[in-house]
């Protein structure tokens, strides 16, 4: 009974109901409705398409008002956000390899700031736009943090062959040069990414219901349940990170990819709010190497979180 408590079937947030013509059509919950219904967005309900004209929450209260569009219509939106964690209280450490891994409670702030409009069969970008006024949602939830050991050596071996390129647009990087730290970056959330992909089968499917954060170049991830109090799931994926790791090892190397940023069957996720940049393969392959090798890195209980997040 005491190991079952752990596991909570709480996870509904406060709700946002669905408006369209004045009906009510449906409801989502914060902060999902958030990233699915703000101004611009394009939502699929029942089978129909809609547009979403506005976006209010408040209080634990909101609504959305929805119009529908045309049938055949082939475009769909994926908000651009991030996400800011704060630590409220560690409550289990352990062991995994040789990493110190924390498990905690913790508080999210997401924020949207814009989205992009693709088509729903090719997933080309159309068009990239920011909101009026960003949308924010605070919530408490549960989750755990370590620090991943720096890719060293696979940074060194590319930086030559990126910085030849006439202009480094791989990485989501619009410099003419992409930097060492760039590179690491882009290797920290692509395991970020793939450390979640990887859950499937540990969590019953949870995946959908689980967020990341990789915090820029410090190595730092936290892995969180994505709705408010918390759903238990991270917790799951806490006790098995030992499996997990080995099947993020398994993903990055049998993917067949040459591309530096991997793509969709290793690295990239359709939860990104990064627009899936920058990412970088590589990377993400020898820092979960070192890990299983046991390379040791202890994070502190309350680390100074200072770097850009990316989800």
């Known amino acids: 009974r005491r190991t079952l408590a752990q596991y909570s079937i709480r996870g509904i947030g406060d709700s946002v109901k669905i408006i ?25 309900h029942g089978g129909a398409s809609y547009e979403a004209l506005e976006f209010e929450y408040r209080h634990g209260v909101g609504r959305a008002v929805v119009k529908k569009l045309p049938r055949g219509h082939r475009e769909m939106t994926q908000p651009l956000r991030y996400v800011n964690p704060k630590i ?22 997401e924020i949207i700031t814009g989205y992009v409009i693709k088509d729903i069969y090719s997933d080309k970008i159309l068009k990239t736009k920011e909101l009026d006024k960003a949308l924010e949602f605070t919530y408490p939830t549960k989750g ?54 990887s859950s499937d089968m540990l969590t019953g499917g949870g995946r959908n219901a689980i967020g990341g954060v990789s915090m820029g170049a410090s190595g730092l991830i936290f892995i969180y349940d994505g709705s408010p109090g918390g759903s238990g ?45 920058p990412l970088f393969k590589d990377g993400a392959l020898e820092a979960a190497h070192l890990i299983l090798k046991g390379e040791k890195v202890v994070t502190d209980s309350s680390p100074e979180l200072t770097e850009e997040p990316l989800i």
């Not at 799931?233 to 990170?241: E, H, I, P, Y």
Request: one cysteine or more; charged letters at 20%; proline letters at 5%.
């Open 233 to 277: 799931l991270s917790k799951l994926l806490f006790d098995r990170l030992e499996e997990a790791l080995r099947r993020v090892t398994v993903i990055l190397d049998e993917c067949v990819c040459k591309a530096l940023e991997g793509c969709p069957a290793c690295t990239y996720s359709y939860q990104c709010g990064n627009n899936n940049t």
């Open 144 to 197: 755990f943090f370590f620090t991943a050991p720096h890719p060293v050596k696979s940074v060194k071996a590319a930086t030559p062959a990126v910085q030849s390129q006439p202009r480094a647009e791989i990485l989501g990087n619009e410099k003419d040069v992409i930097t060492e730290d760039e590179l690491i970056v882009g290797g920290f959330h692509a395991l970020e990414h793939t450390l979640i992909e």
């Open 20 to 44: 369209h013509e004045g009906k009510i059509i449906g409801e989502r919950q914060m902060p999902i409705a958030m990233g699915e219904l703000h101004p611009g967005a394009y939502y699929l």
């Open 88 to 109: 409220i209280r560690v409550s289990d450490t352990r062991q995994v390899y040789g990493m110190t891994v924390h498990y905690a409670d913790l508080q999210m702030t």
